[in-house]
């Protein structure tokens, strides 16, 4: 399993008033189980449910707030 960290300051403020990050295929894969954690203050992980669009090449997460934490994918 492969992954990619990120931190609150990755995340672009939505027309919507909500955050999120944008990965291309290339970067992630196409057809990737994805699983997207956030990290706590102590430094452990949690699973959380966002929604993952796809548009193009391009795979965007949206959280309503910025917040660090990771994506896992196989």
């Not at 909500?18 to 997207?36: A, P, R, V």
């Not at 699973?47 to 934490?69: L, M, Y």
Request: charge should be negative.
């Amino acid at each position: 399993m492969a992954k990619i960290d990120f931190k609150k300051e990755d995340f672009v403020k939505t027309q919507n008033d909500g955050y999120q990050l944008e990965y291309t295929k290339s970067e992630i894969g196409e057809g990737s189980n994805l699983t997207i954690e956030k990290k706590n203050e102590d430094g452990t992980y949690t699973v959380i449910q966002v929604p993952i669009r796809r548009f193009k090449e391009s795979i965007f997460i949206a959280v309503d707030e910025a917040i660090d934490g990771r994506i896992i994918f196989e």
